[in-house]
């Protein structure tokens, strides 16, 4: 079992919609998950976190953590062609100790059509 | 503040070359990791450093790879006698305090094996 899995994708949306995208990951330990976006050709950009379970919104993206299901979400409400990157989700591996490091899903390709 | 600096943007080696990756963390980071993304994949983690230690070192290939972060100076990821299947961007990330709260990535190096 992969430690953080992503549907590959792409998913495509059209211009407006809300895009829907999720993680699993396997290891109950986790503290704290993000959601990177990365252009291509570009390096991954930080865009949101999160660390207790329910929602959390910044601006047109929610992301949703349940610790039992062990699942994290990212929500893209009136998705922009602008939008169209890989998202990564991440997941911090470890107690907050020496040996905590964030593992990387092979990410989710979205493609906002205008 | 310039972010996370990488050099070289790119790198071009012929087989059997060494390559040097730079990486200078944010100003008040001490935290240093590598990761590496091949085609069409994921974020690899490499390793993970502080200055003048290694922390985590699991992801790193037995052989030809190396990273040092010195007291002073910029990290170094170091690739000896390079083959075909160490192209790849390898992007470094700098923390104040571990991944609890995510990382910053720079730019990335991205080492093409001729």
């Known amino acids: 079992q992969k430690e953080v899995e992503q549907n590959s994708g792409p998913l495509s949306v059209p211009e407006g919609a809300i895009a829907s995208l999720n993680c699993t990951y396997s290891?109950?330990?986790?503290?704290?998950f993000f959601w990177y976006r990365q252009y291509s050709g570009k390096s991954p950009e930080l865009i949101m976190s999160?660390?207790?379970?329910g929602d959390k919104e910044d601006g047109r993206f929610t992301a949703q953590l349940n610790k039992a299901s062990q699942y994290v979400s990212l929500l893209i409400r009136d998705s922009q062609p602008s939008d169209s990157a890989t998202y990564l989700c991440?997941?911090?591996?470890?107690?907050?100790?020496?040996?905590?490091?964030?593992?990387f899903g092979t990410g989710t390709l979205l493609a906002v059509q205008p | 503040n310039a972010g996370v600096m990488q050099n070289p943007r790119h790198l071009v080696r012929r087989r059997g070359q060494e390559a040097r990756l730079r990486c200078s963390p944010m100003k008040g980071h001490s935290h240093v990791y590598w990761y590496r993304q091949l085609p069409e994949e994921g974020l690899k983690f490499m390793v993970y450093l502080q200055k003048e230690n290694i922390i985590d070192e699991s992801g790193m290939p037995k052989e030809r790879f190396s990273a040092e972060f010195p007291k002073e100076g910029p990290s170094i990821l170091r690739i000896q006698q390079v083959v075909r299947g160490d192209s790849a961007a390898y992007f470094c990330?700098?923390?104040?305090?571990?991944?609890?709260?995510?990382?910053?990535f720079g730019s990335g190096t991205r080492l093409t094996v001729v």
């Open positions: 991440a997941v911090n591996m470890g107690y907050g100790g020496a040996t905590n490091k964030l593992i």
């Open positions: 999160i660390y207790s379970n």
């Open positions: 990330a700098s923390s104040h305090e571990g991944a609890l709260n995510g990382y910053t």
């Open positions: 290891d109950r330990g986790s503290q704290s």
